[in-house]
């Protein structure tokens, strides 16, 4: 059945939803804006790293939704199954097409675990953890907890994948922990990577490579985790090497695997997706590049930034901006550069704050070295971030000017 048509329709009440229907309430309250998701809890991400790590709670991170939705949205409680732009229509789970004169499409990304042989059955048990899910980041603060030594796997697929500095980020905090006990000389600790480094942009890669080598961090790169036998406590790799690929096994004690992250199939499915099967839309007005009455931001959307709430913050305004200029059909002058951050936590109390833009330039906030680690960043993972995590939700715009790093000495290698 259809439903009046809304002016606004927001499919995703994450980060990017809630954010872009609180400030649409706050620059246009006469507009009806209808955010669609079926989860009754909201999580503060980020904050699972250090939960993971035992140095947050769970229960920290959780909100109800129905407490972030803006005042004046409306918020259906659905997931939805259908995007279908030529008719402007969300089609529902619960029967309903919603008619919409504007779409703003953020759904963000889904754990895909079956994507790994083996791994459904066995995460959260058997030594295999993970601080992607709420259902198991409890269960990775167990097993670093208890360990007493041995073989440590921490595991990252290919991109995209939500925050991609946190596979490695729990890796620091689990050395660091073993460190402080006495015991980090009797733990094989192993980072498999699909990717060729440490991380996309290279200048923090390199800092990156001294972290791992001070805590003894073996690194593997195009390293891709296809299987895990919880019994057998194995983990098997596909291991590229030019044109050839092999399967390696290793053994392990404890296993932390960052899972595979895929789109939504109603996403896939839709005219809006590309080949990759994101939503596909201009990097810089964040519109869709075939249909003038969708937009998209978050992680689910085509731009090769960065897939951080971060980025969000810095994508909600100019979305917003946008649509209500293409409202009045004027031009689109609100620009994304593609900012992201992430707050690379490298041990259990330090930080290296990693900021850049579209090609990997690095964009400091804050007049610092960027590849130094900071107790003042630690604070700001712990408090400070989430204190301002949950007022952006509530509409508030802060945004810090960033600036590429041009002739500092601390890009010619000084640790300064």
Known sequence: MASPTHDIVIVGAGTAGIYTAALLRKKRPELSVTLVDPSDVHYYQPGFTIVGGGEYSLEKTKRRTRDLIPAGAKWIQAKATELDPDKNEVALDNGERLQYRWLVACPGLSNDWNKVAGLLDTVGKNGVCSNYSPDYVNYTWKLIDGFKGGPAIFTQPPMPIKCPGAPQKIAYLAADRWRQRGFLDKCDMHFMTAAGAMFGVAPFSAALDKVVARYGIKPHFFHNLVAVDGDKKTATFEKVQGDTKEL??????????????????????????????????????????????????????????????????????????????????????????????????????????????????VTPTFPLNPFVERQLWWWGKKVGFPLLYWQMLKGLEFDISHSEAKGQPYLAGSAT
């Open 248 to 361: 390696v096994t290793y053994d392990y004690g404890m296993l932390h695997v960052t899972p595979p992250e895929t789109t939504p199939a109603f996403v896939k499915q839709s005219p809006l997706a590309n080949s990759a099967g994101f939503i596909e839309v201009n990097q810089s007005t964040l519109r869709h590049v075939r249909y003038e009455n969708v937009f998209a931001l978050g992680d689910a959307c085509s731009t090769p930034n960065s897939k951080t709430a971060a980025a969000i913050r810095k994508q909600a305004p100019v979305l917003v901006k946008n649509l209500l200029s293409a409202m009045k059909s004027e031009k689109l002058d609100a620009v994304y550069d593609g900012y992201g951050s992430c707050p690379l936590t490298t041990s259990l109390n330090t930080v290296m704050l990693a900021e850049f833009i579209y090609g990997g330039k």
